[in-house]
Structures are given as C-alpha cells and as structure tokens.
C-alpha cells in the first residue's frame, strides 16, 4: 500500500465553482441501489410480488419500511 504524503494535498482548495446539494436525495426519492440477496430471499420475495401484482422492488420496500417499524417500536 502507498501511503498517503501529506505534500499530496495542496494547502488551499477552492470550493467557489461547488454546488451545494450536487449529491443530496431528496425525502421520498426512488433510489436505484443494487444489493446482493440469496436466491431462496429473491425466490420467495419474487413470489409474493407476482401474487399481489406489483414489482419486487416495491414488495421489498415494503417489507423494509414493515421492519423499521417494528425495530422503532421495540426501541
């Protein structure tokens, strides 16, 4: 591993063509986020989404929001 010199950094940075909230998700946002699950995880969960008719991704915010709750409430 090379270690990180500190003449590496210059001793100003100019911020001045920033843009403040460049990267900021608004609340309610859809937000694409690939995650790796395991395939019984995705079989079921596939399932249940093709039974009630809507897309996995909402069956599994569902199912996210669902166990927020309880973990807030057993708080």
């Given at each position: 591993m090379n270690?990180?010199?500190s003449n590496d950094m210059p001793a100003e940075i100019d911020f001045r063509?920033?843009?403040r909230g460049l990267h900021h998700i608004p609340r309610g946002a859809k937000v694409l986020m690939p995650v790796s699950i395991e395939r019984g995880v995705w079989e079921y969960l596939s399932?249940?989404?093709e039974q009630r008719g809507i897309e996995l991704?909402?069956?599994v915010t569902e199912v996210l929001k669902r166990d927020i709750e309880i973990n807030e409430a057993l708080k």
């Open positions: 270690s990180v010199d063509k920033g843009v399932g249940k989404a991704s909402e069956l």
